[in-house]
């Protein structure tokens, strides 16, 4: 990668930078705890990961952590896995969630929004009473500290009440989105054994009504752990024979009692997709989730009480915890159920135009898919509340900066783009966004505070301006404290710890640049290796899916037997496209000039469509299976993927090609 210094993209004005939460935690801290006053982010940065101790304990006490026992000291062992975080420490995250019920009980903590588009609020008051009532009949139902809650629940103010009336008890929650079919949520479900089933009859997504009673009563049949079923009629359906109806349960006046918890203590489970096997179930603490998410939220994304935050996503997705936790910083948060381009493509701008959001969050994909379709977000929708537009899910290419930031330049908006990357396994970002650091195009802005990122080589030396492996080098407090079912450890130890003993390895390819900024290139474990060069996926969709001919690419590279390699790339088509030899040559000649030569692919091949995670990520490794001749059965988990009619033609075309 070159190490030439190009223009920033954006730079945050002096009156951003010094209006920034994270511009009065540094001097503060440069005050209380030896933080360097000078320097800005980067110095305070490699403060905050050679000084961790000190860093976190700073954390908890600009945020105010409220510790019901003291902590011993903050880190008792720094190896991982099995670093021990504040031990001695007992707290409770819904107690934090709910704090500024105190001071502002009358205004919105949530703004539930459906396919109508019409926000409708939560007060603080009403969520801390709903929660109470809740929490208490938990307590009645036998629910006790470390029981499994579950939600099979769409993005909702009942999911919001249900979670944190789990945490409030000690209990341990788990979701899913009401689109998983039976057995992919009996697949994450069926490994923590729930005493308790929050579950709607349906949901409503693209205009339309699903049924998801015939699933509920699978659920409900599968899931012999379960002391109790809570019915929320979504669809205004009657509650079934055996469940417990939503609103008595949720109707009471009641204080919250929070169980005051071990820092250690789980909060969730979360799933990986677990496209190869069962989803690995990963847990993650109370306090960690608790000391993470306000450094990221109230640091990171700049996020307070005059806040309004929006993250496109469902209850299947760490997405969804992470926004909820914007409660922590006492910031109102944005909940949609529906389809992401319902009635027309433009609709998450419509939302987040009609809640007076701040900050924005949605998928890179989403951007690309408004830039496709001719969407003027800044134009078309009065956005002059908006700080910063976030993405994730997967990097945002080069054009997808240069289109936002030209949209919103048009209407004389500053907008601060966030790229963000991190992972399901920590709950949280591994870089990202920081208020006071210039945006370069197809850059992530920087490493997280108290977050150790590398690139290392193979043989565990450290990269600049080259693409190494995403390395982590010392814990963070929401890396998970366990595996469900894993005894003894050894499949977390072996999902991140195997390749170098002690330093947790992501599976992402990345770059550090010599400017401090982050590049994502993809994930490793699909790496294509082109005559001993690594080269990332992600460039070759960027450049490809910049053509308005491609509607989605996947590229794989298959080592064939003999030595051979074969790179294909799929391409699925836009409405009226059709791939003869002059689209061909335009794509091989777009990848050629924009990235090399080695990046052409051996053969360009239309496909009905390209593969996805429930979650929304293309599947590189099942189908480099396939294409190595796997049986589909063997190759994938069937329960993990959007549509398994799909995998069936990557199947077909290896089994011709032997």
Known sequence: MSTENPQPLWQPDPQRIAQARITTFQAWAAERHGAPAEGGYAALHRWSVDEPETFWKAVTEWFDVRFSTPYARVLGDRSMPGAQWFPGATLNYAEHALRAAATRADEPALLYVDETHDPRPVTWAELRSRVGSLAAELRALGVRPGDRVSGYLPNIPQAVVAFLATAAVGGVWTSCAPDFGARSVLDRFQQVEPVVLFTVDGYRYGGKEHDRRDVVAELRRELPTLRAVVHIPLLGTDTPDGALDWSPLTSADIEPAFEQVPFEHPLWVLYSSGTTGLPKAIVQSQGGILVEHLKQLGLHCDLGPEDRFFWYTSTGWMMWNFL?????????????????????????????????????????????????????????????????????????????????????????????????SGGTDVCSCFAGGVPTLPVYIGELQAPGLGTDLQSWDPSGKPLTDEVGELVVTNPMPSMPIHFWND??????????????????????????????????????????????????????????????????????GVEQSGGGYWMPLFVHLAPGAVLDEDLKGLIQRTIREQLSPRHVPDEIIEVPGVPHTLTGKRIEVPVKRLLQGTPLEKAVNPGSVDNLDLLTFYEDLARQRT
Not at 341 to 365: H, K, L, N, V
Request: aromatic share 10%; proline share 5%.
């Open 324 to 420: 909820v936790s914007g409660l922590l910083t006492g910031t109102t948060i944005v909940l949609y159920d529906g389809s992401p381009g319902y009635p027309d493509t433009g609709a998450q701008w419509r939302i987040t135009e009609r809640t007076g959001a701040t900050f924005y969050g949605t998928s890179a994909a989403y951007v690309m898919a408004c830039r496709k379709a001719d969407v003027h977000p800044s134009r078309d929708f009065d956005l002059s509340a908006v700080q910063c537009v976030a993405t994730t899910g997967s990097p945002l290419p080069p054009d997808g900066f240069r289109w936002l930031h030209d949209e919103f330049a048009e209407s004389g908006a500053d907008l601060w783009i966030a790229s963000v």
């Open 487 to 556: 005894p003894d450890g050894s499949r977390y130890h072996d999902s991140y710890f195997d390749t170098y003993p002690g330093v947790w390895r992501h599976g992402d390819w990345i770059t550090l640049t010599s400017r401090g900024s982050v590049v994502i290139h993809g994930r490793s474990d699909s790496t294509l290796n082109r005559q001993g060069v690594r080269m990332g996926s992600a460039d070759i969709y960027e450049a490809v899916e910049r053509l308005p001919q491609i509607k989605e690419s996947l590229v794989i």
